[in-house]
C-alpha cells in the first residue's frame, strides 16, 4: 500500500507525546501553566490527528506506517490503525486531554508539575504506541513501556510510603506480566511464523490447532490478566490509588488498565473460540466481577471504592470476551468505553471532593451535597451510569452483558445457570456501592471538623467532568445515533465478516434482561438499606473475605524472594574465602576448556615447533622456578611470592623481547611494574594469619586437600599450556596477520602495525576496553573507600610507631622527621626524576604510532612517576603539593577518545575512522600527524587516571587506617582531620 | 645517505674491542654476582652488585655504542642515557636497601652497627 497521507500521520500521533515529554522534563519546577498548556496541546493535536485517520478506518481501511527495524531478522517497526485501534488511539487521547485542563487545577503549585506532564505525556504516548503496534514484540515494548511510566505517574508522590509501595507493587505485578506476555508473543510469532500482526490475525485456525497453543495463551492471558487486574492479580489496582487523582482517573478508567482488555479483543480472532478460553478468561472475569463488586461495597475511602469497582467493572469486560460469542466482543469493547466515560468522571469528582474537602473518607464526608450542587448532581448522573440506570450508557451495555450472560455457551448446565444469577448479583452490589458513593458523600447532615470548608471548584476543572456525564447521558439516550458508527467500525475491523447483528436500542421490550435489571436495581437499594448498620460501624475491610488479603500474600512472596530466599543461597552457595572461589573458578575454566577439547579434538598443529634455544631455556628455567616458588610461598610469606611473580613477569617480558615483540616487552614491563607495586600496597591490609576456630584435622585430610588443589592446579595450568601450544602450532588458512601488515600504513597511516591495529583496525575494541578499565577502576576505588580492614593490621606498623615514638621523645624532632631524614637522598633523587618520566611518557605517546610506544604504555608510565611520589614522600606530602585528579583524567580521556571517533562522522566517515597526513613544523621538518594519535591520547588519560585512581584508592586507606588506630590507641577522639586531601569526585 | 654494513663485514680492530669490552663488563657484574653470595654481612653484600651496575654495565654500553656505531657508521649514543639513568637510579635501591638494613639492626639493638646520633 503506498503511503498516504494519513499513514504519514501514524509515527506523528505515538511520537508526539514523547518529544513533548522530554521538553516537559527540561521545563522549570514551577512552570505549571506551560507544562498543562503544552501536554493539553498535544493532547488536542493527537486527537485531531487520529479523527483526520477516521474516513480511512471507516470505510474498513487500515493506515500502516513501516519503518525497517532488523530486515535481517524480518523485524520492521510497525505502526498500524484500523477502527478497532482507531477507538482505543481515541479514547486515550480525549481522555487525556481531558486530564490534562483536570490536572491543571487539581495539581497543587507546590509540586513540580511538569514532571508530573512529562509523565503523564510519555505514558499517553506508550499507550498509543501500544494500541498501534503492528508487530507483536513492539507490541510487548510499548507494553512494558506503560507499565514503566504508570509506576512513575503511580509513584509521583514519592516521599509517601504509601506511594513508594503502591508504585513498586503495581510495577512488579505488570512488569512481571509483560513479560510473560512477551515470552508468549514470542511462542506466538514461533507458531505463526511472522510477528507481523496481521499475519497473526489471520491465522487463528493454524494457531489454536497448534500444540503451543495453550502455552501462547496462557502465557498472553497472564500479561493480560495482571495488566487489567483479574483476580488473583488484583491488589495492586487499590493500592495505586496513592497516586494523584488526574492519575487514576486516567489510568484506571480508560487506559493502563484497559490495555489488558483491549489485548485479549484485538487477540479475539488468533486466540479465542475455544474451551481453555472459555475457562481460562471466563473464571478470572467471574470471579473479579463478583469480588471486586462486593468488596467494593465495604470501603470507606472514595477512591478505594471506585477502585473496587473498577476491578469489578473489568471483570466484566473479561467475562465477556471469554463468553466466546461475537456479541459478548461487541458488548465487551461497548462497555470498556462506557467504562471509560463514567469512571474517569467519577474519579474526578472524587479527586473535586478530596480537594475542596481535604479527605475521601465517606465516614467523614456528609451533606456535600448543599455546598457543591453542581459537583454532586454531575456525580449522581455518572454514578447513576455506573450502576446501570436506564437512559444512562451503563445500562446498555450492562443488558447486553445480561442477554450474553443468558446465552453462555456452554455444555455444563450448572455454570449455564449460574453465570445469569452472578451477573444479577454484581450488579446489585454495583448498585450498593453506587448508592454509597452518593449518598454517602452528598447526603446527610452537614459534615463535621472537615479539614477545608467545602465549596464548588474553580469551573474548569469541572469543565472535563461535565463533558463526559454528557457523553454519558448522550450515548444513553441515543446509542446508535452518537456511538453506534464508531462502535461497528471498532467491531468490523476485528471481527471482519464475522459480525453479528446488534441492536444499540434502549428499549428491546419487555424482556428478560430489563427483568434482570430491574431485579438488580430494586436489590441493590434494598441491600444498600439492609447493610446501612454495618456501614455506620466503619469496619475496615469487607466482611467474609477479611482474612483473604492478596496484599500480605504478595508482601510475604516479595520478602521470601527478595530476602529469605537469597540469603539462604549466599549462605548455602557462598563464601567469603578467596581460596573456594579461586577453586571453584579454576574448576570451571578447566571443565570448560576439557569439554571444547573433548568436542572437537585438539589433533597436532600445522606446524612444526623450532628447536629451543639454550639460552632462552635458561631464561625459561629461572622463569618456571620462580613461578613455582611464588605458589610455594604465597600462603605464608606473601612479599617473598609476589617478588618472584614479578622475576616470572621479567622473564614473560624477555621472552618478548627474544621474539622481537618489542611492544609486548614494553607493555610487560610496564604493567608488571604497577601491578607489582599495588599489590605491595595491597599486602599491607592483609589480614595476617586465618585461624580456624576448630581443633587442628587429621593430618591425612590435610595432605588429601594440599593433592586435590596441587591436582587442580596443575590441570589448569598444563591444559592452558597445551592450549597455546595447540594454537601457536597452527596457522589458520587466512592469516589476518597479512592483511593488517599490508595495510597498516596506506590505510591506518602508522608503521607500528600493534599500535596501528590498537587505535585504528581494532579502535572500537580499544575503546571498549578502556571503558572497561575505568568501570574497574571506579569499582576499585568504590570497594575501597567502604573497606575496613582485618582487626589485626588495623594498627600502625611496628616501624612507624617506633619512629613516632622516638620523634616524640625528642624535643628537637617534629613529628615525621626521622622518617623524612632517613629517605632523604632517594626522596631528592626520585622527586628529579618526575619530570623525566614524564617526559619519556611523551615521547613514548607520540612515536607510539611509528615505533613501539603507543598510549597505553605512556599512561602507565606517568601513572608510575605519580607513584614513584606517592611510595617516596607519602601521600600526605604529594597531596600537599600536587593535585591528582584522576576522575578527571579519566574522563577527559574517554572524551577525547569517543570524540575523536565521532569526528569521523563529520566527514560522512564511519565511526572512528581515522585520518592521517603530514605537517610542515619550521623547527622538526615534516612530521606525520593521525587522528589515531588524539585517539591515543584520550587511552593515555584514561590510563593515567585509572591507574593513579586505584593507587589513591589504597594510599588513602592506610591515611585513613592511621586515624583510626591512633584514635583508638589514645584512647580520644580523632584529633581533626587534616583537609581531606583533593580527590575531584571523592564525596 | 648513511650507508649500513652487514654484520660479518665488521672490521676486526671493532669486533675484538666490542667482545673485550663484553667480556669485562660481564665479567665484572659476575664477580659481582658471586661476591652477592659469598659475602659476609649484608652490608659487605651491599657493596658487591655495584660492580655490575657500574664498571660493568659501563663496559657494555661503551660496546654497544662501539659496535652500532660502526655497524651504522654514524655516532650511536643512545646508550648515554641509560648509563645517565643507571648511575641515579641504583643509588636509590640501594640506599633504600643499607639504610632499612641499618634502621632494623638498630631497633635489634645489633652492636656492630653505629648507634643513633642524639
Redesign the interface.
Known amino acids: 500500500m503506498p503511503q498516504t497521507m494519513p499513514d504519514a500521520l501514524l509515527p506523528l500521533v505515538v511520537g508526539l507525546p514523547f518529544a513533548a515529554a522530554i521538553v516537559a522534563g527540561f521545563l522549570s519546577t514551577h512552570a505549571r501553566g506551560a507544562a498543562a498548556l503544552l501536554a493539553g496541546a498535544v493532547a488536542v493535536v493527537d486527537v485531531v490527528l487520529i479523527w483526520v485517520a477516521y474516513p480511512t478506518v471507516a470505510g474498513g481501511g487500515v493506515l500502516l506506517f513501516e519503518l525497517e527495524w532488523m530486515p535481517a531478522l524480518g523485524l520492521n517497526f510497525v505502526l498500524r490503525m484500523d477502527g478497532f485501534a482507531w477507538l482505543f488511539a481515541g479514547l486515550v487521547a480525549a481522555i487525556g486531554a481531558l486530564i490534562v485542563l483536570y490536572a491543571r487545577y487539581y495539581m497543587s503549585p507546590e509540586d513540580p508539575v511538569p514532571r508530573f506532564f512529562s509523565f503523564l505525556l510519555a505514558f499517553m504516548g506508550s499507550m498509543t504506541g501500544m494500541v498501534l503496534s503492528g508487530n507483536l514484540i513492539q507490541l510487548a515494548f510499548f507494553w512494558e513501556l506503560t507499565s514503566l511510566f504508570s509506576f512513575l505517574l503511580i509513584g509521583y508522590w514519592y516521599h509517601t510510603a504509601q506511594a513508594r509501595d503502591g508504585a513498586r507493587m503495581a510495577l512488579t505485578v505488570t512488569a512481571a506480566g509483560g513479560l510473560c506476555l512477551f515470552a508468549g508473543v514470542l511462542v506466538l510469532g514461533h507458531i505463526v511464523g511472522s510477528y507481523e500482526l496481521d499475519r497473526v490475525l489471520a491465522s487463528g485456525e493454524h494457531i489454536r490447532a497448534h500444540p503451543l497453543y495453550l502455552t501462547a495463551l496462557i502465557l498472553i492471558l497472564l500479561g493480560a490478566l495482571t495488566k487489567s487486574a483479574q483476580f488473583p492479580f488484583h491488589f495492586w489496582l487499590p493500592h495505586a490509588m496513592a497516586a494523584p487523582t488526574p492519575v487514576s482517573a486516567y489510568l484506571h478508567s480508560a487506559t493502563l488498565v484497559k490495555a489488558g482488555v483491549f489485548l485479549m479483543a484485538r487477540f479475539w480472532p488468533a486466540l479465542a473460540g475455544t474451551e481453555a478460553w472459555f475457562w481460562i478468561v471466563g473464571t478470572a472475569g467471574v470471579t473479579t466481577l463478583l469480588i471486586g463488586a462486593y468488596v467494593a461495597i465495604f470501603q470507606h475511602d472514595l477512591k478505594g471504592l471506585l477502585a473496587y469497582s473498577t476491578i469489578s467493572h473489568l471483570g466484566l469486560i473479561t467475562l465477556l470476551l471469554g463468553l466466546n460469542s461475537e456479541v459478548g466482543l461487541v458488548a465487551a469493547v461497548f462497555h470498556a468505553m462506557n467504562h471509560a466515560t463514567f469512571k474517569a468522571s467519577l474519579f474526578m469528582a472524587a479527586g473535586i471532593i478530596d480537594h475542596e474537602t481535604g479527605t475521601r473518607d465517606i465516614r467523614r464526608l456528609s451533606g456535600l451535597h448543599r455546598f457543591m450542587p453542581f459537583t454532586a448532581r454531575l456525580a449522581m448522573v455518572a454514578a447513576a451510569a455506573m450502576a446501570g440506570v436506564p437512559l444512562l450508557n451503563g445500562f446498555l451495555s450492562k443488558e447486553m452483558f445480561f442477554a450474553e450472560a443468558l446465552r453462555a455457551p456452554t455444555s455444563h448446565l450448572l455454570i449455564h445457570d449460574l453465570i445469569p444469577v452472578g451477573a444479577v448479583l454484581a450488579s446489585a452490589f454495583s448498585v450498593t456501592y453506587s448508592l454509597r458513593f452518593i449518598h454517602g458523600a452528598f447526603f446527610g447532615p452537614d459534615p463535621v471538623d472537615l479539614p477545608r470548608v467545602p465549596r464548588e471548584p474553580p469551573s474548569w476543572m469541572r469543565f472535563p467532568v461535565e463533558i463526559l456525564v454528557l457523553a454519558c447521558i448522550i450515548v444513553g439516550i441515543l446509542p446508535a445515533a452518537t456511538v453506534g458508527p464508531f462502535l461497528d467500525t471498532a467491531i468490523r475491523s476485528i471481527l471482519g465478516e464475522a459480525t453479528p447483528q446488534y441492536s444499540l436500542e434502549v428499549w428491546h421490550g419487555l424482556s428478560q434482561p430489563l427483568l434482570m435489571s430491574v431485579v438488580a436495581l430494586i436489590g441493590g437499594v434494598a441491600l444498600y438499606l439492609a447493610l446501612q448498620r454495618h456501614l455506620l460501624k466503619g469496619v475496615e475491610g469487607a466482611p467474609l473475605i477479611r482474612r483473604l488479603d492478596a496484599r500480605r500474600i504478595f508482601d510475604r512472596t516479595m520478602v521470601f524472594l527478595s530476602w529469605r530466599l537469597a540469603r539462604t543461597l549466599e549462605g548455602v552457595l557462598g563464601t567469603r574465602r578467596l581460596q573456594p572461589q579461586l577453586r571453584l573458578m579454576l574448576c570451571v575454566a578447566a571443565l570448560a576448556g576439557l569439554c571444547a577439547v573433548y568436542v572437537r579434538g585438539l589433533g597436532p598443529g600445522n606446524l612444526f615447533p623450532a628447536p629451543p634455544d639454550p639460552a632462552l631455556a635458561l631464561v625459561w628455567a629461572v622463569g618456571i622456578a620462580c613461578a613455582i616458588g611464588a605458589a610455594w610461598k604465597a600462603k605464608f610469606h606473601r612479599l617473598a611470592a609476589l617478588i618472584l611473580l614479578g622475576v616470572a613477569g621479567l622473564v614473560t617480558c624477555v621472552t618478548f623481547v627474544w621474539f622481537s615483540a618489542p611492544d609486548l616487552a614494553l607493555t610487560q614491563l610496564l604493567v608488571e611494574v604497577v601491578t607489582t607495586v599495588l599489590l605491595l600496597l595491597g599486602l599491607r591490609w592483609l589480614p595476617k594469619r586465618f585461624e580456624v576456630g576448630r581443633p587442628p584435622e587429621p593430618r591425612v585430610y590435610t595432605l588429601a586437600r594440599h593433592l586435590t588443589d596441587l591436582a587442580i592446579a596443575v590441570i589448569a595450568g598444563v591444559g592452558m599450556a597445551a592450549l597455546a601450544f595447540a594454537v601457536m602450532t597452527r596457522t589458520p588458512p587466512e592469516l589476518l596477520a597479512q592483511h593488517f601488515l599490508a595495510r597498516a600504513y596506506t590505510e591506518g597511516g602508522g608503521t607500528n602495525v600493534v599500535n596501528v591495529i590498537l587505535v585504528d583496525f581494532r579502535g572500537f575494541d580499544t575503546l571498549g576496553e578502556i571503558t572497561v578499565l575505568g568501570v574497574v577502576a571506579l569499582t576499585v576505588f568504590a570497594l575501597l573507600r567502604r573497606f575496613r580492614p582485618a582487626a589485626d593490621s588495623i594498627e600502625l606498623p611496628e616501624q612507624q610507631r617506633d619512629q613516632l615514638a622516638y620523634d616524640a621523645a625528642h624535643p628537637r624532632q617534629t613529628d615525621g622527621e626521622t622518617v623524612s631524614d632517613w629517605l632523604l637522598v632517594p626522596s631528592l633523587i626520585t622527586r628529579v626524576l618526575f619530570p623525566v618520566i614524564w617526559v619519556i611518557a611523551l615521547f613514548l605517546l607520540l612515536r607510539g604510532h611509528d615505533l613501539p610506544g603507543g598510549g597505553f604504555v605512556a599512561g602507565l608510565t606517568a601513572a608510575v612517576a605519580l607513584i614513584l611520589q606517592y611510595l617516596i614522600g607519602g601521600t600526605r606530602w604529594i597531596e600537599d603539593r600536587l593535585t591528582v585528579q584522576p576522575l578527571r583524567w579519566m574522563g577527559i580521556g574517554l572524551l577525547i577518545a569517543t570524540t575523536t571517533g565521532l569526528a569521523a562522522w563529520l566527514f560522512g566517515r564511519p565511526f572512528l575512522t581515522s585520518y592521517f597526513d603530514y605537517l610542515e613544523l619550521p623547527l622538526f621538518g615534516t612530521v606525520p600527524l593521525a587522528s589515531a594519535l588524539f585517539f591515543d591520547i584520550g587511552v593515555f588519560a584514561l590510563v593515567i587516571g585509572a591507574a593513579t585512581l586505584m593507587l589513591i584508592a589504597l594510599a588513602h586507606q592506610s591515611v585513613r587506617g592511621h586515624r583510626v588506630a591512633q584514635a583508638s590507641e589514645e584512647g580520644q577522639p580523632t584529633p581533626p582531620p587534616r583537609q581531606a586531601p583533593a580527590l575531584a569526585g571523592e564525596d | 645517505m648513511i650507508e649500513v654494513i652487514e654484520v660479518a663485514d665488521i672490521p676486526l680492530w671493532a669486533a675484538i674491542l666490542t667482545s673485550l669490552l663484553l667480556l669485562i663488563g660481564s665479567g665484572l657484574t659476575l664477580i659481582g654476582a658471586v661476591g652477592l653470595l659469598r659475602l659476609g654481612s649484608f652490608y659487605e653484600r651491599v657493596h658487591a652488585p655495584t660492580l655490575g651496575t657500574t664498571l660493568g654495565i659501563g663496559s657494555v654500553l661503551i660496546a654497544s655504542m662501539l659496535f652500532f656505531s660502526v655497524l651504522q657508521t654514524r655516532p650511536v649514543l643512545h646508550e648515554l642515557l641509560i648509563a645517565a639513568f643507571m648511575v641515579?637510579?641504583t643509588?636509590?635501591t640501594l640506599?633504600?636497601l643499607a639504610?632499612a638494613a641499618l634502621?632494623r639492626d638498630r631497633?635489634e639493638g645489633n652492636e656492630e652497627v653505629p648507634a643513633r646520633r642524639?
Open positions: 641515579v637510579t643509588p636509590i640506599t633504600l639504610r634502621y631497633r642524639g
